[in-house]
């Protein structure tokens, strides 16, 4: 399903999804929601995207969560299989996500940002979930993923008080990744980009598919003795990709990687 609110491009292995709903603070409809979740079915498909980055358009929100005036006029469930906003219980999306987060960030548009792997913030940024102001719980993940991310502590009080973060205590409790002034948020994003595209594909796949599979291993060392029976991790350790880098490293050239 389309949305007029959802814009997607490609470029040089990047693919961006904008929220595109400015006067509405890029608040979800439920066509939106579907739309997201054909974007990142798109960009796991594509061999050729390798980062995804998120973004709002204008500079007053990422977003602000669902749209509970178009929701309340929809029927059936206004969330696709893959979970909230497309990707909230996306298990297996191997490929990096990043949130570039400007001004407000709240409720459902919080629990999106958590669902990425990195959030680069711009110092206006605003993160919280207000949910339990008005009656309701946030259950899209963000309690679950600010609890994870940001630990058991320093998460409750924002939890039970539904208080907004600042993004440079959000830095400072982990779940964001980076803070930069609100005009420099696009190269910042583009230079992580870039740095992840260096590096080799099938490595950062599995770099992140085995962080986030250890997570769920009850023991250190039951993560590092699984790791070797991953799929995934047979198929790097057979590719071209692995042996070109230490090749190339020695050739004291740049790799040249085939994503195989």
């Not at 066509?31 to 007053?60: I, N, P, T, W, Y």
């Not at 959000?170 to 002034?181: D, H, K, P, T, Y």
Request: aromatic share 6%; net charge neutral; hydrophobic share 45%.
């Amino acid at each position: 399903m389309s949305s007029e609110f959802i814009l997607t491009a490609a470029r040089d292995g990047i693919f961006t999804i904008t929220l595109d709903r400015p006067a509405k603070l890029n608040a979800i409809t439920p066509e939106m929601h579907m739309a997201l979740g054909e974007a990142f079915d798109r960009f796991g498909a594509d061999q050729a995207l390798r980062v995804c980055v998120v973004k709002g358009s204008g500079d007053r929100a990422f977003c602000t969560g669902s749209d509970l005036t178009a929701s309340a006029a929809g029927s059936g469930s206004p969330y696709p299989q893959t979970g909230y906003a497309g990707i909230a219980q996306r298990y297996g999306l191997a490929k990096p996500v990043i949130a570039a987060v400007n001004g407000l960030c709240l409720g459902g548009g919080f629990e999106l940002a958590l669902s990425c792997d990195m959030i680069v913030a711009s110092h206006n940024a605003v993160f919280g979930l207000p949910e339990p102001k008005v009656g309701l719980i946030a259950v899209g993940g963000g309690i679950h993923r600010l609890v994870r991310q940001a630990g058991l502590k320093r998460a409750m009080e924002p939890l039970l008080t539904g208080r907004n973060i600042p993004a440079q205590e959000g830095l400072a409790m982990g779940f964001v990744s980076e803070v930069v002034a609100p005009g420099a948020l696009d190269g910042a994003v583009a230079a992580l980009c870039s740095r992840i595209l260096a590096c080799a594909p099938l490595a950062v796949e599995l770099t992140k598919e085995l962080a986030m599979w250890g997570l769920d291993q009850p023991t250190l060392a039951d993560a590092l003795a699984g790791q070797v029976e991953r799929p995934a991790f047979h198929r790097w350790l057979s590719s071209e990709d692995a042996r070109e880098g230490p090749r190339a490293f020695a050739q004291k050239r740049r790799p040249e990687w085939q994503g195989r």
